[in-house]
DNA sequence: ACGGGCGGGACGACCCGTTTTT
DNA sequence: AAAAACGGGTCGTCCCGCCCGT
């Protein structure tokens, strides 16, 4: 049961959802398609368990950060490159369901949708934290920023695997927080008056 | 038979590759399955030809640019926003077949991984120009930058084309092109007062 | 058990045999297929079982009829309209029987042809009857008259349901049996003055 | 493309509908099932058209009917027994065609009553034309006996079926319809006063 | 004894890319 | 370049057997 989304999510990520037949996944745990039929009532029900999965691991993250709360939050997320490089299926997952949710009329479309948001939102609302408590400059763009983070960790993440894992992922993406932060707090630096409209 | 090619674009970028099929590209030009196989004697065929049509007016672009060279090209890059936003059918295809290549046994595979690396390098090789010719500082991490930049357009390439085309592309890659080139050319820390263009 | 069969009974008249799945009888009365499977071992069992159930009532009845005799007894038939429209699933049971019964080679055409067979030869056998005690003329053709009858029931019976139960089933078989019992008894043509209640 | 439908009328009468497979169907005029399928889009539609190919003929022939007018028509339905014997696939496709399509929410539901209101509709015209034109007695009930005798020849045929083909149907048939004719116009017989309420 | 969980094997329709024929 | 046909394969259904709780 557990072990089919498990192979699911795997072949999902590996070779996209219509390319992974419920034969295969079955195979994977000893199963005909018949016998995965019998756990979940159609291809789409099991589309769905995988992500389901996928969504409620991702709130009980989100929750940690929330707690953690403004600019200690956001340094917290600079470990997700290696978070990552970790769970690789997760990452391929995510490349794949991204193409095959594009059109408005597929049935992952607003999965998508709702996914990114929800981050958007985070990150949104981490800065704004950091704002209120005066950690982070008053004129840093959030939405802006969260919405350029968001773009340069979907991107780096299929770098990665167009790259056959090769390239230092956790390296690149600590680098990127590291500059993120340093924008939002720029202050910081004694001296200068560094300007910039904004 | 380039209305062919470029039904094909369309249906490959909006459905996926798997998810177009020959009669769907036949009827939006007025023919059968069949007689689409007539002109390209294979499915397999018929995205190539959609693929190297995209790398040939790719190939084009890049000349311009490395003409330009250093920093002058990368300014000039800053447009590519708004080049997408006119084109995206365009954007869907290179999406989708990111999603569909990623597999190192996909036929895509290849075709994408160097569509990578000649992005890269050219982007590397303007940095380098620009350090060579003094236009940008010489502590710039080359690398690093060219790889972020290309996941930034990735990552917000995609995230346009969730919201439904909704955010505003252009300004969004404008803002990180000028980002970017102040990272590029920030004189010197030290010296305070830091100016710039937006 | 019984309800089982009382399930089935009425799942195969709505929907015919092969239409019904097991699972679908075991809902109708809290059982998944295997729950049902326990009771019956195969579901050509599970026919039978209705099909015997069925049989059984029918003789009853038709005990009923012989003790009647003759005339009498096919007056007492003319309430089978009534009767019918009662029962509807049973009245469906019969109509899908006979479709799925009609080839050689099915399970059910041995049963359905013995069912015809025994009705007819009941009334042959009441129409005899009705010749030797004298109340019925002896120039009838008691076998046209039998297939006549049950033709007509069948079909009638047919209409009934095609016409989602509308037509006065009832009276329309009453009338079809005046005219019937008329024919047989109709005593003798010269002498004029024919005469009969509605 | 013809034969297909040919073959299909055959196995669908004597095998069901849902009996019969798209293979079978090809396996009769040397097809594969996908190859039945590039002229058929579904089974549905290979249904319907052998539905439709059934009702075009019938309509030729009830135009015929009209045209004769009357009792000559009715006395010309008579022959329907014989033409029933030579056509049996017909008969079993209509026999079948009844159980699969008795549930109001069969596909097939529509096309038999509409199919039977039209035959009954087309008996009644033609009593009414017969009592118009004063062949036809005016107390005749045109309505139940054009039900009747649409029943009883529906009946008649199943039990010719179920008989392996071994009764006389058309004698019997013929029969009826002397019995029928001999009702609608008996004052003819000259001398008596048959009189019956009605 | 009863009944469900689980799984499979056979088969259903239908799809897709492709070859062959016209 | 359409028409015809096919082979391979996908999802899904159905009946049924095996094994396990109660």
Request: glycine share 10%; aromatic share 6%.
């Amino acid at each position: 049961m557990e072990d089919i989304v498990d192979a699911a999510h795997k072949l999902f990520g590996a070779r996209g959802i219509k390319g992974t037949t419920l034969a295969a996944v079955g195979e994977q745990v000893g199963l005909t398609d018949a016998g995965v039929l019998h756990h979940f009532s159609s291809k789409q029900a099991l589309v769905q368990a995988v992500l389901d999965r996928e969504l409620e691991q991702q709130i009980g993250q989100v929750r940690e950060l929330i707690e953690l709360g403004g600019l200690t939050a956001i340094r917290r997320m600079s470990v997700w490159g290696s978070v990552v490089e970790q769970t690789p299926e997760l990452a391929g997952l995510m490349v794949v369901l991204t193409a095959e949710g594009i059109s408005a009329d597929s049935p992952f479309h607003e999965y998508l949708v709702r996914r990114y948001e929800n981050v958007h939102d985070l990150v949104v609302g981490l800065i704004r934290q950091g704002i209120d408590s005066g950690e982070i400059r008053e004129d840093v763009d959030a939405d802006w920023e969260a919405s350029a983070l968001v773009a340069y960790l979907d991107g780096i993440r299929l770098q990665w695997f167009l790259s056959g894992r090769q390239i230092a992922l956790a390296d690149a993406v600590e680098r990127y927080f590291d500059q993120l932060i340093d924008r939002l707090v720029r202050e910081a630096q004694p001296p200068p008056s560094g300007r910039r409209k904004e």
